[in-house]
């Protein structure tokens, strides 16, 4: 009765051991693809940084150049829930107030009295392509915040296709943790993972700041 229950018990412990390798060997591979997308998103998030920083640096705050890098990016990672570039205000040109969305587009307000951007007119059009150049065919508030400051934020939609975000919001964003915390720290971070809200997906950001000269 001992030998066969020592027998047993080493045959229990093997099976778990066995189990357990065989769960080790899924969670590795299911995560090989995850880990790997992690890895280029963070390569590409470095580069993007690397690159604003360099133009700022340079001097060239040439908004339309720095949407059409995140759009590019974009386009080339479809597998990106979305690629966003984001200055604090005043910070790539000192020239916010040239870029506010209510400046460039009329406003009308909305039955609680609230303003609102409309389809802005062709007049505002070529406002934005003065501003940002030829391919600047978005609207004001999908590329600056409500204070003009830049936002250039693309992503990818239901159809697989490379959109920019139809609404920048206002600056309180810039509280946010995926913002907050490289500001506070001048460090890469990684917020919690989080199930966005709209696709139902977990997701995770990857938040690289933008120093230069030894400054957020």
């Avoid at 963070?42 to 920083?53: G, I, L």
């Avoid at 206002?170 to 995926?178: C, I, K, V």
């Avoid at 989080?194 to 690289?208: A, G, R």
């Amino acid at each position: 009765t001992g030998i066969m229950l020592i027998t047993q018990i080493n045959q229990r412990q093997q099976a778990l051991a066995g189990a357990e390798a065989f769960a080790e060997n899924l969670v590795r591979k299911e995560s090989a693809p995850m880990l790997a997308l992690l890895d280029h998103a963070y390569t590409v998030s470095q580069d993007m940084a690397h690159t604003a920083a360099t133009f700022k640096m340079r001097g060239n705050t040439d908004r339309g150049q720095l949407i059409e890098i995140v759009r590019q990016i974009q386009l080339q990672n479809l597998d990106f829930m979305g690629s966003w570039l984001m200055f604090e205000p005043d910070a790539l040109d000192g020239a916010d107030s040239k870029y506010l969305p209510g400046k460039i587009a009329e406003h009308d307000k909305a039955e609680k009295g609230e303003e609102k951007i409309p389809d802005f007119s062709e007049a505002a059009k070529l406002t934005m392509k003065e501003l940002y150049g030829p391919l600047a065919d978005y609207p004001p508030n999908g590329v600056a915040s409500l204070e003009g400051s830049f936002s250039a934020y693309w992503v990818t939609d239901s159809d697989g296709k490379s959109v920019y975000a139809s609404d920048a919001g206002d600056n309180t964003g810039l509280e946010g943790s995926y913002y907050a915390l490289p500001r506070d720290t001048e460090k890469t971070s990684f917020p919690e993972i989080y199930m966005e809200e709209v696709e139902k997906v977990l997701t995770s950001t990857i938040s690289i700041p933008i120093i230069v000269n030894g400054e957020f």
